[in-house]
């Protein structure tokens, strides 16, 4: 029999380790017994020995204390993560926004000791948010050599979206240490923190059709946050704002010519 000690463990951890205690069988029979404490992860326990059939018993030794007994046949099929391991509930979109190494001000140390407790506090909720997007300093926590970059691949691994800022990784030199997590924009850090949906840009690569600038503006300026200059979203780069006859500038994708307005 195959031991694993998942107590204190968050999801989808208790699962992890009993994959992997299960594929270190290499195929032969065996049992593999798993102490756990909280019911969310005897029932992923349950859900994972189901869709491979694997036997699967379980007896509580305490308030919050379980112990499941997993038996698995020989030439068994070797699991994975189940998708639906530790879902996130999708009723609930919050979007967390960390622009600092630290929590407040004050003491450094300190501020990235909240900082270090608030993520991990945050991995063990039962409702995690939808997005957490990193920018100015906040990049140093999604980098290599962060204090919370495993629990941020775990919100990962649950669902959650990591975004860090593009232009604050190359200002700090930390484009090439990005530990967790993809790489935005501040279009989309506005789109996601104003709930606005992202407008996919009709100009591409040698493609040169219309921008629908028009559209994507007036929704900026519908969510109070106009600005004077913005490109289309979905354009890689833009040229030298032009200005319309009201005096306003009009973004131009580059190489597109006279082939795409942005007239408001």
């Not at 919050?64 to 609930?92: H, N, S």
């Not at 691949?153 to 190359?170: P, Q, W």
Request: aromatic letters at 6%; proline letters at 6%.
């Amino acid at each position: 029999m195959i031991s694993v000690n998942a107590l204190g463990d968050a999801c989808p951890l208790p699962v992890v380790k009993t994959i992997d205690a299960i594929k270190s069988l290499n195929g032969a029979a065996g049992t593999v017994e798993v102490l756990v404490d909280n019911d969310t992860a005897v029932q992923n326990l349950k859900r994972l020995a189901g869709s491979k059939g694997y036997a699967i018993a379980v007896e509580q030794q305490g308030e919050k204390r379980y112990r499941a007994v997993l038996t698995v046949g020989e030439q068994a099929e070797q699991p994975e993560l189940p998708a639906e391991c530790c879902p996130v509930p999708a009723e609930k979109k919050t979007v967390v926004v960390i622009s600092s190494d630290r929590m407040g001000d004050g003491d450094e140390t300190l501020g990235k000791t909240l900082l270090k407790g608030f993520l991990f506090a945050l991995r063990q909720q039962d409702t995690l948010p939808k997005t957490i997007l990193f920018y100015n300093r906040g990049a140093f926590v999604s980098t290599e050599g962060s204090a919370s970059v495993e629990d941020l691949k775990d919100m990962e691994a649950r669902g959650v979206e990591i975004l860090t800022c593009g232009t604050c990784l190359n200002y700090y030199g930390l484009t090439e240490k990005l530990a967790v997590g993809g790489v935005t924009n501040m279009y989309s850090i506005v789109e996601a923190m104003t709930g606005l949906f992202p407008m996919k840009c009709k100009y591409f690569a040698s493609q040169l059709t219309r921008c629908n600038v028009k559209s994507f503006r007036a929704r900026i300026r519908a969510s109070g946050l106009f600005a004077p200059c913005l490109p289309c979203p979905g354009c890689a780069a833009t040229r030298s704002p032009r200005r319309n006859r009201r005096g306003r500038c009009r973004p131009v994708p580059p190489g597109a010519g006279r082939r795409c307005r942005g007239k408001v």
